[in-house]
DNA sequence: CGGCTCGTTGATCAACCTCAATCAGTGTGG
DNA sequence: CCACACTGATTGAGGTTGATCAACGAGCCG
C-alpha cells in the first residue's frame, strides 16, 4: 500500500493535459444508466434455481461446471486463495450479478464464489448463453454490459489496492459498496444500508489486514465520516469522505440515477 | 504489499476442501482455446484505423466518444492517475485486444490508454457493436470472450498486488507477461521475448516504486531465475519463477496452446 | 558535448504487518 | 438460567517490507 510514489511519466509528459482539468465533471453528464434487466434474463433463460447457505461455496476455483449464475438474493464474494491461506476477495457479487462465465464448460473457474449471506442464484446453462449470444437479442447487450461493469469494478480496486493508502482506500471502498447497493434498491438514500461485511471481508479485499482495517475504521468514525456497525453502513459526510478516498464526489452521486 | 497476512477464514470453514488439492492440475486439462478471430472483426468492421506515436493517448479518462478499438499492432497502457500523480496501470494492451468499451457513446472512459511503443489500432463505432450483439453473430461470442480475458487478467493483477510480496507479484508478473506474448505469437518459445517496459510500468501495474522493481528484478537476475534488460525478456527456470511467485507451473505453460 | 531517460545503489523512514491479549455479542447445551 | 464456545472487533508493542530521498552511471540523440 504505497503512501505517494508520484510516477515521473507526469513531468514527462508534458503533451498530456492535466489529469484533474481532464476529469473535471464530464461535459457529457449522462444519467448512469441502469444495465438491460438481467432479472429477465434470469427468469426467461434458467434452468433452475439454487440456495447457498451463508459460508458455503456455490463454485470453487478449479472446478468445471456446465452452467454460470445470476444472484437474485443475497451477497457472495468472490475470492482466491494462495497456498499459504492469504486470500484475494476479487468482487462481491450482489443482486443483478452474472457469476461464472467461461468461454467453454470444461474451461474450470479461475475464482471461488462463496455466500456471505444466504444466498439465491439463477443457474443458468453456458449452452443458453451460446444460443443467445449466436441469435442475438437485447440479452446479448446486457450479458456485455454485466461483463463490463465487473472489469470497471475490478479496476477501480485494481487502483485501491495499488495506490491508495489504507485509509484512502477503506474510504473509497465503502463508498463505493454504498453506490452499488443504492443503486440496487434504486435509492438515493442518506440512509444506513446492509452491509454485511467483517472487517476480515474488507481487508481480503483491499490487501490489508483485519488488525489494519479495524484501526483505520475506527479513525474515519472518530472523524465522524461513517458509521459501520452491527451489518449496517452509513456514510455521514459523503463530500468528506471522497475528499479523503481522493476521488470526486460526483462519482458516487447518484442523485441523478434514472433510466 | 503484504507478506503472509493468513486470514483465518480457513481453519474457520473446515467444510472447505484444502485449496491446494482442489487446484491441483484440473481433472479436465483442457487445452487453452484462443479467442474467435478478434482480427477478423476489425477487418470487417472497423471504420478505420489510426496510429499512435510512442507516449501519446489514445483516449483519456473523462472523455466521450463513438468508438472502441482493437489493438492491430505494438503496446499501449490503460491506466488511471490519482489527483496526486499517483499512477495505477490496470492493464496492458497488446495485439488483440479490444479497448474502450462502454454500453452507451455518451458514457465517458475511465481511464486512459496511452501507447507504449508506436501502435496501430482499428477504430470501431459502438454503434456497430451494438447491431452485432443485437443481430447475433460468433461476433458476440468473441467480443464477450474478450471482456471476459480482460477480467481474469485484473483479477490476476489484483492478487498480485494485494496479497503477493514484491518479489512474488514481479515473478507472477513476468511470467503471465510472458504467457500474453507468446499466447499472440503462438510461440511456445523458451526464447527471449519483446518487452518494451520500464522497470516505471512494472511498478505502477503492481503497485510498487520503479526502484523496488529494480531491486527486485535485480535479485531475480543474481538467482538466474530471468534476463531482463534493453526490451527484452527471458525467463530461464520457468519452473522455479512459478515456484517463487507461489503459482503453479501448469497455468503458465503452454506448450498444450493448440486450437 | 549537453541533455534526457532509464536503471542502479545507498541510507533512512514510515505504513502496515505480526503477535498477543482482551472484550462484546451470540448461540448452545446442560 | 448460566457456563462455555465461538466469531468478530479492539487495542498495544514491536518488527519488516517497501517507500522516500538522493546521487550517480549508462545509453541515446540532436
Redesign the pocket.
Given at each position: 500500500?504505497?503512501?505517494?510514489?508520484i510516477s515521473?511519466?507526469i513531468r514527462?509528459n508534458p503533451a498530456a493535459p492535466s489529469n484533474v482539468v481532464r476529469l473535471g465533471r464530464p461535459a457529457s453528464q449522462a444519467p448512469a444508466r441502469r444495465n438491460g434487466d438481467i432479472f429477465a434474463i434470469a427468469r426467461e433463460h434458467a434452468s433452475g434455481r439454487r440456495l447457498v447457505a451463508a459460508g458455503s461455496e456455490l463454485f470453487a476455483e478449479g472446478e468445471a461446471s456446465d452452467n454460470i449464475y445470476i444472484v437474485l438474493d443475497g451477497w457472495l464474494i468472490l475470492h482466491r486463495i494462495l497456498a499459504d491461506g492469504r486470500r484475494q476477495i476479487l468482487d462481491f457479487a450482489l443482486p443483478g450479478a452474472a457469476l461464472g462465465y467461461r468461454a467453454h464448460a470444461d474451461v474450470p473457474f479461475s475464482f471461488t464464489a462463496e455466500a456471505v449471506t444466504g444466498a439465491e442464484v439463477a443457474v443458468i446453462p453456458l449452452s443458453r448463453i451460446s444460443q443467445l449470444l449466436y441469435r442475438g437479442s437485447d440479452c446479448a447487450m446486457t450479458i456485455l454490459e454485466a461483463a463490463n461493469d465487473a472489469l470497471l469494478g475490478a479496476f477501480d480496486a485494481l487502483t485501491d489496492v495499488g495506490r491508495r493508502?489504507?485509509?484512502e482506500a477503506v474510504a473509497h471502498f465503502l463508498l463505493r459498496m454504498n453506490r452499488r447497493v443504492q443503486r440496487m434498491a434504486k435509492s438515493d438514500g442518506g440512509g444506513s444500508i446492509r452491509f454485511p461485511l467483517?472487517?476480515?471481508h474488507i481487508g481480503d479485499a483491499l490487501?490489508?489486514?483485519?488488525?489494519?482495517v479495524?484501526?483505520t475504521?475506527?479513525a474515519l468514525r472518530a472523524d465522524g465520516l461513517v458509521e459501520v456497525?452491527?451489518g449496517r453502513l452509513r456514510i455521514l459526510d459523503k463530500q468528506a469522505l471522497a475528499d479523503e478516498a481522493g476521488a470526486f464526489l460526483f462519482e458516487f452521486d447518484d442523485a441523478r440515477l434514472a433510466s
Open positions: 500500500m504505497a503512501t505517494a510514489q515521473s511519466h514527462n493508502s489504507a485509509r467483517t472487517q476480515e490487501g490489508l489486514t483485519a488488525v489494519h479495524c484501526r475504521l475506527s456497525a452491527r
